[in-house]
Each structure stands twice: as C-alpha cells, then as structure tokens.
C-alpha cells in the first residue's frame, strides 16, 4: 500500500498518467557532453543524413521528436521546448546531444553587437532612393 492509502503509486497521475521528472530525460546531466550553449531563438535544423534517429538505442523518445519536428521545418530551442511541453534546460541538453550525434545543427543568432548600426543602414536606404 502507497502513501495515499488507495494503493496507487505517488508516480503516477491520473490525468498525465506516469510522471517522468525532467531530469530522468537527461540522465541527471544539466549540461550536454559539448557544452553547446543554445540562446531561446537558437534554430534547431535537422541534418538531411538523420534518416532513422529510432534506429539509434541511445536517443530517447524526446530526442527522436526533436529531431522529427525539426526535420518538417527548422525550430527554435523555445518552440520545441513547448511543442514538446519540457522545460527549456532540458531541451538544450537534449539538442546538446543531438549537436554531438551530428543529427542537427544550430543557427545561432547575430548578437547584437555585430549587428550593423541603424544611421549606417538609414544612408544605405537614402543612397539607394537617390539612385
């Protein structure tokens, strides 16, 4: 007999059915095995060789969807993170590995400091109306 006295097991919700902690999807690791650090609107694209990531008994089922969702169309890191209804920290270390396994890879985004100066791009649009 349970806790709860009616038998049933405190892992499991009727609702939600078995209760899986997040850290079990990444074997307790909150970081993956390259360090690859993910901003939210980092794009996850699939490589067009991961033909059959369920042949792979290393990759668990999220990272199979991971790799799936990303195959129909490039996502980013919070997209998956709530198509998938996981926590963000486990969506970086899941496509941390997927980095690792070559089945995707990351667009990271321009940081803003490399970004061209509005003034500059505000002559470049007044040069080209001059023309």
Known sequence: ?????????????????????????????TTSAGQHRLDLIAVVVTEPHADDPEADPSLSPEHVDIVDLCRDAPQSVVELAADLDLPIGVVRVLVGDLVDAELV???????????????????????????
């Open 105 to 131: 890879h990351v667009n990271r985004p321009v940081p803003p400091a490399e970004l061209p100066d509005e003034s500059i791009l505000r002559d470049v649009i007044n040069g080209l109306r001059a023309l």
């Open 1 to 29: 007999m349970s806790a709860d006295g009616q038998g049933r097991s405190h892992w499991f919700d009727d609702e939600a059915g078995p209760v899986v902690r997040p850290y079990a999807m990444t074997r307790g690791r």
